[in-house]
């Protein structure tokens, strides 16, 4: 018997388009985890849980403390940081409620990292994942392991000498975790089997409303960082202008744009403006193509975002709307990654013999 003949048998055996379902749904469930702990790590951030573990025990940190002495062991550890001087008269039922904000945190991360490992382990093999996948899944694992490691950078930078994280840490943690979330969708998306051709124009309109979206998520990290919705709580003026006073105070120049409040704020807004302008604009130029109800809904969404945006803003961020806010622009980028990745030629099927 040949060998081409002796294989054949075991090729027929899978089924490419099954496996890539199997991977496609998986890759689903993960970005739905990922668009989770983004939501959790905003109550963090809104509640100041963020610093009340100061310790990173990727292991043993999953059991929380199970008596009284282990919940003082904890308490004595967060007295012992800088944020503590602003809650002096702190309990420790205060400290409890901003600790399991942030050990859900943390645990969903860990939760993330194997469901994506194990099942990955699993699926490589039994066969089900063709080569052309393989090196974009592991870049998905050692990308959520980079985010952990990102997580704590950010959570080291508030233990010593600030009260609080660094606003560059905490906008670089933000738009990590959104750009692996973009990735996952582009790969699953990628592996569908339909896909609706687009023109040139259209594609980068749509890339350009991705582009967009993500520098509008790194600014609103700088402003979550710095507080800063907490300040000029009105609208479309700030501090009864279009265009505030002060917005290079600081030198040099540039650090304004990473470190000034009313600059900070003044950027997220004008990112918020360029993103719906840009979004009608691809939406009427869409009109007439196949992706017109597509591009509709992005603006759409991307109206409802903004809206949302500005009311928090006029609430002084109340909790609720700024969570809303938050999952708002996980949803306008992870829908326009997925409208362009449907405009594009799914990956090629190459499935190679079982046992070859």
């Known amino acids: 018997m040949s060998t081409l003949a002796a294989e054949t048998p075991l090729a027929v055996m899978r089924d490419p388009q099954r496996d890539r379902r199997l991977v496609r749904w998986w890759l689903y469930l993960v970005a739905l985890m990922i668009v989770g702990i983004v939501v959790v790590?905003?109550?963090?951030?809104?509640t100041h849980s963020g610093l009340s573990i100061t310790e990173w025990k990727p292991v043993h940190g999953v059991i929380p403390p199970l008596n009284d002495q282990?919940?003082?062991?904890?308490f004595?550890?967060?007295?012992?940081?800088?944020?503590?001087?602003?809650?002096?008269?702190?309990?420790?039922?205060?400290?409890?409620?901003?600790?399991w904000w942030e050990w859900a945190h943390r645990l969903i991360g860990r939760l993330i990292g194997a469901v994506v490992l194990l099942p990955l382990i699993f699926l490589w093999v039994t066969g089900r994942i063709e080569s052309v996948l393989k090196p974009r899944l592991v870049a998905i694992l050692l990308l959520i392991g980079l985010q952990g490691a990102v997580g704590w950078w950010m959570v080291a930078s508030g233990l010593s000498i600030r009260t609080d994280v660094s606003q560059y840490?905490?906008?670089?943690?933000?738009?990590?975790?959104?750009?692996?979330?973009?990735?996952?969708l582009w790969t699953a998306r990628g592996i569908a089997p339909a896909y609706t051709p687009a023109s040139g124009i259209t594609r980068f309109g749509a890339g350009l409303i991705i582009a967009i979206a993500l520098v509008q998520i790194f600014l609103g990290g700088l402003v979550a960082g710095l507080d800063a919705g907490l300040t000029f709580n009105t609208w479309p003026l700030m501090d009864g202008t279009l265009v505030p006073s002060g917005l290079f105070a600081g030198d040099p120049w540039w650090r304004n744009a990473f470190e000034n409040v009313a600059t900070v704020q003044f950027d997220h807004r004008l990112g918020g403006y360029t993103l719906f302008a840009v979004a009608l604009l691809y939406a009427f130029a869409a009109s007439r193509t196949p992706q017109a109800?597509?591009?509709?809904?992005?603006?759409?969404?991307?109206?409802?975002?903004?809206?949302?945006?500005?009311?928090?803003?006029?609430?002084?961020?109340?909790?609720q709307l700024a969570l809303l806010h938050q999952l708002g622009a996980v949803i306008v980028l992870s829908y326009a990654v997925m409208h362009l990745r449907a405009m594009l030629p799914p990956l090629p099927v190459r499935v190679p013999f079982r046992g070859a």
């Open 293 to 319: 109800s597509g591009a509709q809904r992005l603006a759409f969404l991307v109206l409802l975002q903004a809206t949302l945006g500005v009311l928090t803003l006029l609430n002084m961020v109340p909790l």
């Open 70 to 74: 282990e919940w003082q062991e904890e």
């Open 41 to 46: 790590g905003g109550t963090t951030r809104l």
């Open 76 to 99: 004595a550890k967060y007295r012992q940081i800088p944020e503590f001087q602003l809650r002096t008269d702190m309990t420790l039922a205060d400290f409890k409620g901003i600790f």
């Open 169 to 184: 840490r905490l906008a670089t943690h933000l738009t990590l975790g959104c750009l692996i979330l973009a990735y996952v």
